[in-house]
């Protein structure tokens, strides 16, 4: 007979260091309230670390806090603060390396260069914590990612915050994993991002006020559900897509950013009930881009539905809802009867000279684009949506429509 | 007399040179990411004044051979200091490719314009130490995604 025996140990304003050299693998610490100071503590075998009443983990910017280097760690109820920030070296609150079945959940890391750098790990789970990287130091440049996974495969991540950092979650190397009910604003660089990684999914999170998101150099991801909003600036992308093979992308919200939609260089991605509301341009596609669909979509509200850089784009645009259009449906099916020109006379110019942006909705504007509609001359033919909707399709949950 | 200054100056003016990057604003011009990471990066500046600037030594040299530039009409190749962060002469550096570095677009490679510095790393770290024709073939038969 075999007894698998565990011990429950209870720190209360212990070193922390001392009590984990003595446990066994599968014992279980309590830590108590209290303020610890942590240096690159390592903890080699299973263990689960329970924190009551958020006892703080403080690295006094002298180095990283945990490093994680066994299986089926599991960290909860903690905070960490205060690693050290450097030039040449990264560091990172807690470090995950070659970990199979790591938990992290209900933590909470404030001021702190990385929050999280997983490494070769298998299968962990990143669950309710809240990742503040505080104040933005020098735009970004110098805090780094909040969840950072590089080299990782099946790894959940599931309801956190993250805020203050310079990406939110980053993605290097990464397959087979999940990113769902997460907030990510107000990150120096990109909410989320993506490099490298195949076969990913992304659903129900909320990306507001980063630079971008952006998905680069990766085949085969699902990105639905989500909201982007409110992506602003010269570099403000709803969705970055730069290098990209086989993507879907539905029922996605994307409100007041600058480009709902890059494409560049983005193959075989179906963009499909999706809202853009607001936007300068719903969408942006790159000549170097191929294969893509754009169906059942609603574009409401943007200065610019499509801008495209070359006259002969490859994308098909089918069944959209735009409220730019200006056609008719005498035969009563739902569809409109012409076709709906999408790119826009200004936006060819505004591309060629971008000062021309000071005439936008001006008199002489819509007198340009006028000629532009009885005597097509510049604009590329191509990009156009022979059928579109009638109605809203999606916006405001207005689902009967979208079987059609 | 004071015009033809004035022209001087500003003729003056367009003579290329490089320009400091601002991390956190500047876009890279290979793969649009904003640069952000102060040891990597680099510049393409060219004899009409015009700079390009790149996040990762990668993508400038993809950028190059990618954009058929031709060698003439370049100015300087510029590539940032792993220790220091400064521009300095891409085809003087010394590059280094170690698994212990992560560049932004995952080349993994750090330039660094002294010697010594790049041995101190190689010492440390480990790795393949590299000029710029050896780093441009190298790049060149990468394929970008896996």
């Known amino acids: 007979m075999i007894f698998l025996l565990t011990f429950i140990r209870i720190c209360e304003n212990c070193n922390l260091e001392d009590v984990v050299s003595n446990t066994k693998p599968y014992d279980t610490v309590v830590v108590k309230k209290g303020v610890y100071f942590v240096k690159n503590l390592v903890i080699d075998k299973p263990l689960t670390l329970i924190g009551e009443n958020w006892p703080i983990l403080d690295g006094r910017k002298e180095g990283e806090i945990l490093i994680i280097t066994g299986d089926s760690v599991i960290v909860k109820g ?3 603060k205060n690693t050290r920030f450097g030039f040449i070296k990264d560091f990172s609150a807690l470090r995950v390396k070659n970990c199979k079945g790591c938990v992290v959940e209900g933590n909470k890391f404030l001021n702190n260069m990385w929050a999280m750098y997983w490494e070769n790990s298998e299968g962990g789970v990143i669950r309710n914590n ?3 990287g505080g104040e933005v130091k020098g735009l970004g440049t110098y805090s780094g990612n909040g969840i950072h996974l590089w080299h990782c495969k099946k790894i959940l991540i599931e309801n956190n915050t993250v805020t203050g950092h310079r990406d939110g979650i980053y993605f290097e190397f990464v397959d087979s994993s999940t990113i769902r009910g997460n907030i990510s604003f107000k990150n120096a660089r990109y909410g989320l991002h993506f490099m490298y990684s195949n076969g990913n999914e992304f659903y129900d999170n909320g990306f507001y006020e980063n630079g971008a998101v952006a998905v680069m150099y990766s085949k085969g991801f699902k990105i639905f559900h989500n909201k982007f909003e409110k992506h602003w600036g010269g570099t403000g992308y709803g969705i970055f897509l730069k290098d990209v093979y086989y993507g879907e992308i539905f029922e996605n919200t994307f409100y007041k950013n600058t480009v709902g939609m890059l494409f560049d260089n983005a193959n075989g991605i179906k963009v499909i009930n999706n809202v853009f509301l607001n936007n300068g341009y719903a969408l942006k596609i790159w000549a170097s881009s191929g294969n893509d669909t754009i169906m059942h979509n609603d574009f409401i509200g943007n200065s610019f539905v499509v801008s495209v850089n070359n006259r002969f784009v490859e994308v098909l645009f089918e069944k959209n809802y735009y409220d730019t259009y200006d056609g008719y449906d005498i035969d009563r099916d739902g569809f409109g ?20 942006s000071i005439l936008l909705k001006s008199p002489l504007q819509q007198v340009l684009e006028n000629i532009e509609k009885f005597f097509p001359t510049i604009i590329p033919s191509l990009v156009e949506d ?15 429509r979208k079987s059609k | 007399m004071k015009r033809l200054l004035l022209l001087l100056s500003l003729t003056l003016s367009c003579s290329p040179k490089p320009q ?5 604003k500047d876009a890279c011009d290979y793969c649009r990411m904003i640069i952000s990471d102060k040891r990597f990066g680099g510049e393409i500046v060219l004899k009409t ?9 990668g993508c400038l040299i993809n950028f190059f051979w990618e954009n058929n530039i031709a060698e003439k009409d370049i100015a300087m190749f510029l590539v940032v200091d792993y220790k220091t962060g400064d521009l300095i002469d891409a085809t003087r550096a010394f590059y280094i490719q170690s698994d212990k570095i ?5 080349y993994d490679i750090a330039a660094f314009k ?7 790393f190689l010492n440390k770290n480990g790795g393949n130490l590299m000029n710029w024709a050896q780093i441009n073939d190298l790049i060149r038969r990468q394929s970008k995604v896996r």
């Open chain 2, 114 to 120: 002294n010697p010594e510095d790049a041995e101190e």
């Open chain 1, 78 to 80: 903690f905070v960490f």
């Open chain 2, 102 to 106: 992560h560049s932004p677009m995952a």
């Open chain 1, 337 to 356: 009867d012409v076709p709906h020109r999408l790119v826009r006379l200004f936006s060819v110019i505004m591309d060629i000279v971008p000062a021309t």
């Open chain 1, 130 to 132: 809240y990742i503040n």
């Open chain 2, 20 to 24: 400091p990057i601002n991390y956190g």
């Open chain 1, 386 to 400: 022979k059928r579109p909707f009638m109605e809203v399709i999606n916006y405001g949950n207005n689902k009967g």
């Open chain 2, 49 to 57: 004044g015009k700079v390009y600037k790149f996040d990762d030594v």
